[in-house]
């Protein structure tokens, strides 16, 4: 009995976690539901404000108070542009375009309301050299515009508010040369098209530039330092994104999410990282997420995570189709990345140096071509990649392998010139069905090296001057034919044609093994000889150094496993 009043006490007791957990659940998800609510900067209330202007040198301080607690700002134009300015003396014009509207010189302190809210007009208005300070309230804003068109943001100065400008379902808007500190949002700009923001400095901001669902604007000659983000695309098309320094922010420069059709170009973005690095991070110059036909040309992306990222949904939203062209990437961690659910992107003319890696892929379908990858670690990585073409790259004087292939298959590597590199020019580790051929690797440890892959195709390759040998192949059923091979560097070269026309499996000591190897020596007489007399094999140091890079490899999933099989045991026990 009291066994059973003890286990009834359990339940009792796990009934109350769980009522407790659900009853928590719930309260967050209403307090979300009231924050997102509450977020919105564009009310429909047409209630006016009373003000009291003082004025001090041409500039004109406005600290005015509500009429009622339904009172959106201090300055409220609700399509009568006309009465205000005839009401207040700090408007003028006749809403013209060589007249506009135009409200000047007034420092505004709105406390929890916004500075100036403009709605429900398309008459030419301007906002010029004004100050707007002290929003209380997340979502006090200095400027907000909603459904109006044709006006001009320019000199103000916008600090300490949860939004400098926001812009709602708007268009023909110029926002310029405008300072912004300490913001949560330096501009937002919400359904709407044909803004232009050019030259603005945001400085310390959450988020500098912010476009949601917003199409066909400009963002140019922009200025953003030391924010969280800078400049966002979120749900956002056919944009031209250009001429921006985003520099020292806090996680990426440029980033598309769900944004097609934009050209982002001769952008520079440098130093996007956080000081307090951690396992999990993307710190990018440009990122593009689940984004589709985009143009990223002639960018300069230094010193951070990743210069240039693409990545996809794995429910079915990848990053394609985008064209990565002419960038400069310098000083990443990855110069570029193609990480999971990026595919039939073209990565072209690129200049990757000082890197960890050049340009690296997970992913598939992509075409790597004409990029310059130099002293890097690696110059071009593919790993967990399939059907991928590279072709036509410069990988040089990089500190291991010219171009890498690790647990890899269907890949073409064609054309491409591997010189000077640590360790191989081109290396194959458990890699399969690969084709490499045309390619030229001069001055590595081996020209080509091939790891426990099977069913790849090596041929036409030009191997010369490799300092352990042109071509070692470890790999199962490989079809090795028509390389040519410089095996020495004396006064006689002896240029050997490597050929093993057949698919029977191969010991490292037969390596590249034919019936003959016929030898052409430069005085024009020919040799026949063993492959054993020509290339030399390979020593029990070198294989392990390669297996110790597969093993640095694997050594993370073990680890994931181990620490999957722990919580599982803890789990177990506690039941």
Same mark, same amino acid.
Request: aromatic share 10%; with cysteine.
């Given at each position: ?36 609510? +509450?977020?919105?900067?564009? +009310? ?7 003000? +009291? ?51 000047? %010189? ?33 979502? +006090? ?24 400008? @926001? ?25 709407? #098209? ?41 749900? #956002?098309?056919k944009n031209i994104v250009i001429g921006n320094n985003c520099m020292e922010n ?8 769900? @944004? %097609? ?42 010193? #951070? ?51 960890? *890696? ?18 890097? %670690? ?6 967990? @990649? ?90 199962? =059923? ?12 004396? *006064? ?11 698919? *029977?499996?191969?010991?490292? =000591? ?19 000889q063993s492959a054993e007399d020509t290339i030399a094999t390979t020593s029990v140091?070198?294989? @392990? ?10 050594a993370p999933i073990l680890a994931l496993i181990v620490i999957s099989s722990v ?9």
């Amino acid at each position: 009995m009291k066994q059973t009043n003890t286990k009834m006490k359990s339940k009792v007791k796990d009934k109350a976690a769980f009522l407790l957990l659900t009853g928590l659940i719930f309260f967050l998800l209403i307090q979300t539901q009231t924050s997102y609510q +509450a977020e919105s900067i564009f +009310a429909e209330s047409s209630t006016t404000t009373a003000f +009291a202007v003082t004025k001090d040198n041409d500039i004109q301080y406005v600290s005015g108070y509500a009429i009622s607690a339904a009172a959106e700002a201090l300055i409220h134009v609700n399509g009568n542009w006309a009465e205000i300015c005839l009401a207040y003396d700090w408007c003028t014009g006749l809403g013209t375009y060589n007249d506009p509207y135009e409200i000047k %010189d007034l420092i505004l302190d709105a406390g929890d309301k916004h500075g100036i809210l403009i709605e429900n007009t398309h008459e030419y208005f301007r906002i010029e050299n004004c100050t707007f300070k002290k929003g209380s309230s997340y979502i +006090a804003t200095g400027i907000v515009l909603s459904f109006v068109g044709n006006g001009t943001i320019l000199r103000n100065t916008f600090y300490n508010d949860g939004k400098g400008i @926001s812009i709602y379902r708007s268009s023909n808007i110029i926002v310029s040369n405008n300072i912004y500190r300490d913001n949560a949002y330096s501009i937002l700009v919400k359904y709407s #098209s044909y803004t232009t923001l050019v030259d603005n400095r945001h400085i310390g901001n959450q988020y500098a530039i912010y476009l949601d669902h917003s199409h066909n604007n400009i963002v140019t000659g922009n200025n953003c330092t030391d924010n969280k983000y800078a400049i966002s695309l979120y749900d #956002s098309n056919k944009n031209i994104v250009i001429g921006n320094n985003c520099m020292e922010n806090d996680y990426y420069g440029i980033r598309l999410y769900r @944004s %097609d059709y934009n050209i982002i170009s001769k952008n520079v973005c440098t130093g996007n990282k956080e000081n307090n690095p951690s396992f999990f991070n993307d710190w990018c110059g440009i990122k593009l997420y689940s984004s589709r036909y985009n143009t990223v040309t002639e960018n300069i992306c230094t010193d #951070s995570d990743y210069g240039i990222y693409l990545s996809g949904s794995f429910l079915g939203n990848p990053s394609s189709y985008n064209n990565v062209s002419m960038n400069t990437c310098m000083d990443n961690k990855y110069g570029i990345y193609l990480g999971s659910s990026s595919e039939y992107n073209i990565i072209e003319g690129n200049n990757c140096a000082r890197n960890e *890696e050049g340009i690296s892929s997970s992913s598939r379908y992509n075409l790597i071509i004409g990029n310059i990858c130099t002293d890097n %670690d690696y110059g071009i990585d593919l790993s967990f @990649s399939v059907y991928n073409d590279v072709v036509g790259n410069n990988c040089t004087n990089n500190h291991y392998n010219g171009i890498n292939l690790s647990f890899t298959s269907n890949n073409n590597i064609s054309g491409n010139i591997c010189v000077d590199n640590g360790r191989h020019g081109i290396y194959l580790g458990l890699s399969d069905d690969t084709v490499v051929t045309r390619n030229i690797c001069t001055g590595n440890r081996y020209g080509i090296y091939i790891y426990l892959g099977s069913y790849n195709d090596v041929f036409d390759n030009f191997l010369t001057e490799n300092i352990l040998g042109c071509l070692e192949d470890c790999g199962i =059923e490989s079809y090795i034919y028509n390389n040519t091979c410089v095996v020495d560097t004396t *006064e006689d070269p002896v240029i050997t044609t490597l050929t093993n026309g057949s698919s *029977e499996t191969q010991s490292t =000591e037969d390596t590249m093994t034919t019936d003959s190897i016929t030898t052409t020596l430069a005085d024009g007489s020919s040799d026949t000889q063993s492959a054993e007399d020509t290339i030399a094999t390979t020593s029990v140091n070198e294989v @392990s150094d390669d297996q110790i890079a597969e093993y640095q490899l694997i050594a993370p999933i073990l680890a994931l496993i181990v620490i999957s099989s722990v919580v599982v045991f803890q789990k177990q026990k506690r039941r």
